[in-house]
Nanobody, 116 residues
Framework: QVQLVESGGGLVQAGGSLRLSCTAS????????MGWHRQASGKQRELVAS???????NYVDSVKGRFAISRDNAKKTWYLQMNSLKPEDTAVYYC??????????WGQGTQVTVSS
């Protein structure tokens, strides 16, 4: 079993920054890919960014150049640094992880609200 605990999030003005953190515990050998998803009100959940234990990253086009995902394998933690935030980034953000895709294990979600 894997448990994920998120921290960060909150309210920020457009153009501001936030950092999300996610720490894993339990059977972490099952984690190869880590990521962050988000779900805005009335929209489908989307994968925003992912990173492998080897450091390979991927981003959805809408956040490229603004968001950065990173990980600290020793701390079993990964991060999402969000810069130049826009109102359309407002959503509940979920950290997730898995063996092939970041979809097997999920955090509890944290609200990010960007005011205009």
């Amino acid at each position: 079993q894997v448990q994920l605990v998120e921290s960060g999030g909150g309210l920020v003005q457009a153009g501001g920054s936030l950092r999300l953190s996610c720490t894993a515990s339990g059977s972490i050998s099952r984690i190869v890919v880590m990521g962050w998803h988000r779900q805005a009100s009335g929209k489908q959940r989307e994968l925003v960014a992912s990173i492998t234990v080897g450091g390979t990253t991927n981003y959805v086009d809408s956040v490229k150049g603004r968001f950065a995902i990173s990980r600290d394998n020793a701390k079993k933690t990964w991060y999402l640094q969000m810069n130049s935030l826009k109102p359309e980034d407002t959503a509940v953000y979920y950290c997730a992880a898995g063996l092939l895709n970041p979809t097997a294990y999920w955090g509890q979600g944290t609200q990010v609200t960007v005011s205009s």
